[in-house]
């Protein structure tokens, strides 16, 4: 029973063998990185999770308040109710800023005016300005921008009152 030597590898298979373990290491670094991507990533108070803006004592009567990580406005009418408007126009999508002097949101792309609700004034915008779901807990404003709600008018249904 003899063992028989075994033939010493040569540097051709041993980098040969190398670089196959290594190129298979890229490619699943590469298919980790890539699915990780894909995976939503909505931690509380992130655009597209709920939201919590504040308490409701935090927004006055006829006050607009923009919220910048939700990507919306609190607009607190002046008997008391609630809105969460999207701050993205209608027309072709830009990012509609309130005008504080002229108590309207006044598009700066195409001048699409909204009133304080998000209803048209002045056109292109075919519709008024979306909104999200708005709840009330506890006394805090919870805001859910997972969800858009599109609207063709205004309705008082839409107030949400504390």
């Given at each position: ?5 075994s033939s ?26 890539f699915?990780?991507y ?22 006055p009567?006829n ?20 809105l969460?408007?999207y701050?993205?126009c ?11 002097t ?14 304080r609700?998000g ?21 805090e404003?919870?805001?859910d921008?997972?969800?858009?709600i599109?609207?063709q ?10």
């Amino acid at each position: 029973m003899s063992d028989a030597p075994s033939s010493p590898v040569s540097r051709r298979d041993f980098l040969k063998a190398a670089w196959m373990f290594l190129g298979g290491l890229a490619t699943l670094e590469t298919v980790g990185v890539f699915i990780a991507y894909l995976q939503p990533r909505l931690a509380e108070g992130e655009f597209g999770s709920v939201i919590t803006p504040g308490k409701v004592d935090d927004f006055p009567p006829n006050s607009v308040t923009h919220i910048p990580n939700g990507r919306f406005y609190v607009v607190r009418t002046g008997d008391g109710g609630f809105l969460a408007i999207y701050h993205r126009c209608t027309h072709l999508g830009c990012t509609v800023p309130w005008d504080q002097t002229a108590q309207k949101f006044i598009c700066p792309c195409h001048n699409s005016q909204f009133d304080r609700q998000g209803v048209v004034e002045n056109p292109p915008a075919p519709r008024p300005l979306d909104l999200f779901a708005l709840t009330i807990e506890n006394g805090e404003l919870k805001v859910d921008t997972g969800k858009i709600i599109q609207r063709q008018t205004f309705e008082t249904a839409q107030v949400v009152y504390p």
